[in-house]
């Protein structure tokens, strides 16, 4: 008979990298409505994955209050972890995109319990079909930067494909920013896309995914981006901001054009009054991807959210957008850990996936 348990890693308490631990808990119950239960094959870490686990997480401020019932009732136990990919094995009585052995990249509720794990439930509308140019460790390294990007960009920014304009995007070397850039230039097709980088190694990856030109955010950008020059048929009228908008804010309005757009990922305590925010008429969004789920908002966003994942594996396919997945590790609690413990140094990258086929002795998620 088979197993009613599964490894999971996880915390049991907020707190430390070494409160992620491997535990045997209960499979997920069966699917309903639009869920489908997944055989889990891989899973990347984002750095949500690193402040829920640290009990810091507050993009939106009632984030614990929502998980709390994880914790207070059994198995007393919260599953960590956002992006996956692997196979159907089983659909709610409402899913119409997929079918059992359905090959699938995913991201999974930021509420319920998630990617790390044997088996998870994952809502259709937050998957789509892997393309079969990348592998399970590639295709878990995609679904939560290119929706977040894909999001910003072109619902929040509303970049026009093929606009005349520049883009200032800050950490243009991280898991964000080295699809943003790609989105930037090869699906929106800005002719400028600026990132900032501030090692050898980053600037190379930057320009690799899609920069046309790269400053460096640990010295003065303003008179960086200054010196470029930018034709006037070409304005800097977008910036997208995925480290530190405390620091960035100020120096962008003082660079972007009137009645440009700023979008952030990175939730922040600042003040606009003294920057050129009002004077030059800016928009200032925020994106956060899970704000429609999250508050039960209904409209046909989340939809899309599929068809995005669908189009991803399109672009993956015809080489428009290229996998930014920069380290492999397998995924078991020590492989959690260890890549937890690489983005916790502000290091990272491109982006880093957990496969349970990678090799090791290990079992996965043990
Ligand atoms: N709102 C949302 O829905 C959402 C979704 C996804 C991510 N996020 C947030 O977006 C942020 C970025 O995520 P990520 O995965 O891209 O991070 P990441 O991969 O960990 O970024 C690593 C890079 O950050 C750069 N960096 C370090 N300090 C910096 C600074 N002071 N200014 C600019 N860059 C700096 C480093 O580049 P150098 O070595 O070149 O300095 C490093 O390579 C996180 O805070 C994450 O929580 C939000």
Redesign the pocket.
């Known amino acids: 008979m088979a197993s009613s348990t599964m490894h999971a890693v996880g915390v049991a308490q907020y707190g430390a990298i070494a409160n992620l631990q491997s535990r045997e808990v209960p499979k997920p119950s069966k699917p309903t409505g639009r869920e489908m239960l997944v055989q889990v094959k891989a899973i990347s870490v984002?750095?949500?994955d690193m402040?829920v686990r640290a009990g810091t997480y507050d993009?939106p401020p009632d984030y614990y209050e929502r998980v709390k019932s994880l914790l207070q009732e059994p198995p007393h136990f919260h599953i960590i972890g956002y992006d996956g990919a692997g196979i159907v094995l089983e659909t709610g009585p409402d899913v119409k995109y997929f079918k059992p052995g359905n090959e699938i990249f995913y991201l999974a509720n930021p509420v319920k319990q998630g990617t790390y794990a044997e088996q998870v439930l994952v809502d259709e509308r937050h998957a789509g079909h892997k393309p079969g140019c990348v592998d399970f460790v590639q295709a878990a390294a995609m679904p939560?930067?290119y929706a977040?990007a894909y999001e910003s960009l072109v619902n929040r920014l509303e970049i026009k494909e093929g606009e005349k304009a520049a883009i200032l995007i800050?950490?243009g070397?991280?898991?964000?920013?080295s699809i943003a850039s790609q989105i930037a230039r090869y699906v929106c097709k800005l002719p400028v896309v600026i990132t900032?980088?501030?090692?050898p190694e980053?600037i190379a990856y930057t320009k690799k995914m899609g920069a046309t030109h790269v400053v460096n955010?640990?010295e003065d950008i303003v008179k960086q981006i200054r010196a470029l020059n930018l034709p006037a048929d070409t304005p800097l009228k977008y910036a997208y901001i995925?480290?530190?908008t405390e620091?960035y804010l100020f120096p962008i309005a003082e660079v972007i054009a009137p009645f440009g757009k700023i979008c952030s990922?990175?939730q922040a305590k600042f003040d606009m009054y003294g920057s050129q925010m009002m004077g030059k008429s800016l928009t200032f969004s925020w994106?956060?991807?899970?704000s429609g789920a999250y508050h039960h908002y209904v409209n046909d966003q989340e939809e899309k959210h599929h068809d995005w994942y669908e189009q991803l594996g399109q672009y993956l396919g015809d080489g428009t957008i290229k996998c930014h997945l920069m380290q492999r590790l397998k995924a078991t609690a020590e492989g959690i850990r260890e890549a937890h413990r690489i983005?916790d140094a502000?290091?990272?990258?491109g982006k880093m996936a957990l496969g349970v086929d990678e090799p090791g002795l290990e079992e996965a998620f043990c």
């Open positions: 984002n750095p949500i402040k993009d939560l930067t977040t800050i950490n070397g991280g898991g964000m920013g900032t980088a501030s090692r980053t955010h640990r995925t480290s530190r620091q990922i990175v994106c956060w991807l899970a983005l502000g290091t990272a990258i």
